[in-house]
């Protein structure tokens, strides 16, 4: 199944998450593009999913991202599976706040997209990084276990 990977990324946290997500949706099996909104432009119709992310700035996800959603993600894409990743402080994650992730998938889903799986948050020590022990695996497996929902059947 054809997808896209789309994430803005400052410090390159986000950046290697969204790598990993792809990689983990590759293996399974699946074509997929990857870029942040300036590179990718606008969507290909032909793409059956997506996957959004982006870092945390005020508990929010960034305006790149909100304007790409808002630009981009159209009545075209009712009832397509997606997919929601951010970065947020560790320390904020471990309390239980939520991440631009938390923010994007309400966002999608209202937007009447189909949730894939429940978001996927990634820590960091601090605001420039870097990214908090094991996240790059457990964002490959993800994306592996995206990949292996695209493939079930659907009700």
């Known amino acids: 199944m054809k997808g896209a990977v789309v994430y803005y990324t400052r410090w390159g946290n986000c950046g290697q998450v969204a790598e990993s997500i792809r990689d983990g949706l590759i293996e399974a099996g699946h074509e997929v593009g ?14 059956r999913f997506i996957v959004i992310g982006s870092p945390t700035r005020i508990g929010q996800p960034v305006g790149q991202i909100k304007r790409f959603i808002r630009m981009h993600v159209t009545d075209a894409w009712f ?9 947020g402080l560790k320390k904020g994650i471990d309390n239980g706040e939520e991440i631009s992730a938390d923010k994007l998938y309400k966002t999608l889903e209202i937007r009447g997209l189909r949730p894939l799986a429940q978001p996927f948050r990634a820590g960091v020590e ?16 993800f994306g592996r276990d995206l990949g292996a929902l695209l493939d079930a059947p659907q009700d």
């Not at 990857?34 to 793409?47: A, E, K, Y």
């Not at 009832?79 to 970065?87: E, H, N």
């Open 34 to 47: 990857i870029g942040d909104p300036r590179s990718i432009g606008g969507l290909d119709p032909d793409l």
């Open 126 to 141: 601090a605001a420039r990084g870097p990214l908090v022990e094991g996240s790059l695996d457990r964002a490959k497996q």
């Open 79 to 87: 009832d397509r599976p997606f997919a929601a990743f951010g970065t």
